[in-house]
């Protein structure tokens, strides 16, 4: 293993309790930057952003950071920097792809046709600093156990919709019981056909992909696909590998979401890179998402122009089905925009 690589953190890796390894997340700003060897001088700035969108990562994914590089890729996506504090650009807002105006009952998501987005839980195991639901209000938002029979009911009276997506927070935040409660009435609906999970917890917390999980996605009665979520090839080390095949293996389709980043993956071989390692895990590149003009995240976005070019190289460099489409989710369409 490189020397630069933390490796107290081992033995949290290999844990089976996730809820303990969650628990373990790192928090403070100041612990964050002992870890990692970084310089004092970030802690302010740090401190600051994390006041309004709190700190969160966990040990494991910390071990794939380079200590003492405050350029790390996958430092950039976690650490709270001065720029999340900057005036607001304007284009940017708290609620930058409508979500708030598309909710028909508490929890539930209705912007396209034909599928319908469950809020599970506000709850994260990684709090990305890109986040588009950074501002969300979770507290009236989310498909509590008692907003749930609304979800239900509204699904049942809609027969156009054919896919449910669950959504969050992170979906995979919840227990393997809640899961299956929330699948087995959805596998009552009979116009439903399909159940897609968003995560990023299989990159994040591999910990969390444990025996039931993977028994009760191999067990759903509904056509179900998981769209992960990875920036960079760096997240895929050799567990997140194993994972995310244990994941195929139960017969699911496993896609990725990307979002282009500024200095994190804007460049050809950084894309190359990811394409081929997500590949290599048995996943499919699905989406590579212009980023939700959210407040706090402005110093992340990529030009247009540019996100086109870095797209169109892509697809000159690499078969079809390791090319990501370039797309932009905005208010009020019909559906999300390719670039």
Known sequence: MNPDIITRIAPTWQSENWQKALSEAIRDPAELLDILNLPSNLLPAARKAASLFPLRVPLSYLERIEKANPHDPLLLQILPLYAELAKTTVGFSTDPVGDLNANPVPGLIHKYQGRVLLITTGACAIHCRYCFRRHFPYSDGSSTPTHLQQIINYIQ?????????????????????????????L???PHLKRLRIHTRLPLVLPE?????????????????????????????????????RKLANTGLTLLNQTVLLRDINDTLDKLKALSESLFDAGVLPYYLHQLDRVTGAQHFEVPDKEARALAKELSHQLPGYLVPKLVRESTGQATKQVL
Do not use: F, Y
């Not at 919709?161 to 009435?185: C, H, W, Y």
């Not at 039931?212 to 895929?236: F, K, R, T």
């Open 208 to 244: 969390r992909i444990d025996n039931g999980l993977l028994q009760w996605l191999q067990s759903l009665p509904l056509q179900s696909i998981m769209v992960v979520h990875c920036n960079h090839a760096q997240e895929i080390n050799p567990t997140i590998r194993q994972t995310l």
């Open 187 to 189: 596998s009552t609906i």
């Open 157 to 185: 009276a809609d027969k156009s919709i054919k896919e449910v997506i669950l959504s969050g927070g992170d979906p995979l935040s919840l227990s393997n019981a809640r899961l299956q409660a929330i699948g087995s009435q």
